[in-house]
């Protein structure tokens, strides 16, 4: 360990010790999400969502990836999923970390509301 990874972990480490960003990542650790479905989890406005989401983003934490018309966000630190595993209990025992999107009600996201999407294409 280097002085450099010590501060590596204690930004990251940092940036996880806050509620709404650990139910953020315990989503985006199951699937990549967009913003509009992290809105509907959180029950929060846009613009607090999106503060969040730049704060993981700066710290490495998360990525974005555009798809069609919407920006998904995912975990792209291996380490940071690692703790989370540790912290927030496994998620991959069963069927992987691909395919345990959870729906919202209400969340008009094309993961929640595909069909309401393709009536309105
Ligand atoms: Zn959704």
Redesign the pocket.
């Known amino acids: 360990m280097t002085e450099n990874d010590y501060k590596s972990i204690g930004a990251r480490l940092k940036v996880l010790a806050h509620p709404e960003r650990l139910r953020i990542l315990d989503a985006l650790r199951r699937e990549p999400?967009?913003v509009?479905?992290l809105e509907?989890?959180l029950g929060k406005p846009q613009p607090y969502v999106s503060q969040q989401l730049r704060l993981l983003r700066e710290a490495g934490v998360i990525c974005d990836e555009k798809q069609g018309q919407n920006v998904f966000y995912r975990v792209c630190d291996a380490q940071v999923l690692a703790w989370l595993d540790v912290m927030l209990g496994p998620v991959n025992a069963v069927r992987g970390r691909q395919g345990r999107h959870e729906?919202?009600a209400e969340?008009?996201?094309p993961?929640?509301?595909p069909v309401i999407l393709s009536l309105a294409a």
């Open positions: 999400e967009c509009c479905h509907a989890l729906p919202v969340c008009n996201c993961k929640c509301a």
